[in-house]
């Protein structure tokens, strides 16, 4: 939930697995948490910018039986404390449990929450003074450009390398100190 004093402003919508962190397949364990290279720098470059930065990621192994919502739920505050010990942060995340060919009867549907329909990152725009003009989303895979392209948003695509390189080309510079420094 946003802060009651929340102001409006743009954001980036992060895919998770192969985008913010390595994709073990199923990836879920906290202890299988690998961010790929730049993938701190670049949560942290969107947080100092004073946008927000969101993740929204598929989790059909929910669907599938694989593990559950509490195993993503703690994968999420697993990878939340990483940010914070390097200054970064998601300040939402959104994540989908569905499949229509899921095993487990509760999550196995199509829904609108599912990449590649934008449902998750339109939520978010409904739940945060997002400003959608400059706001985009960065993303491994075509469903990520889909979900974007359904929210009105820009689309950036990673395809490896340095996450906060690929990044740092398509958002304003980061915000300098300007304050005199002291000759003490």
Known sequence: MPAANSAPRPAVFFD?????????????RPDDLI?????????????????YAFLVTNQSGVARGYFTETDVK???????????????????IRYCPHHPE????A????????????????????NWPVIREGSLVVG??????????GAGLRAI???GGNLDELLAAHLPP???????RSSE
Request: charged fraction near 30%; include cysteine; aromatic fraction near 8%.
């Open 16 to 28: 998770r697995d192969g985008t913010v962190n390595a994709d073990k397949g199923y990836t879920h």
């Open 35 to 51: 961010f790929l290279p730049g993938a701190v720098a670049a949560v942290k470059r969107v947080n100092d910018l004073g946008w």
């Open 74 to 92: 703690a994968f999420h505050i697993h990878m939340q404390d990483q940010l914070r010990t390097a200054g970064a942060r998601f300040d939402d």
């Open 102 to 105: 899921g095993k487990v009867e």
């Open 107 to 126: 999550y196995a549907r199509a829904c609108d929450c599912r990449k590649p329909k934008a449902g998750m990152i339109l939520d978010l725009m409904r």
């Open 140 to 149: 491994n895979s075509d469903s990520d450009m889909q979900a974007a392209r």
């Open 157 to 159: 695509r990673y395809d």
């Open 174 to 180: 980061k915000k300098h100190n300007t304050a005199p």
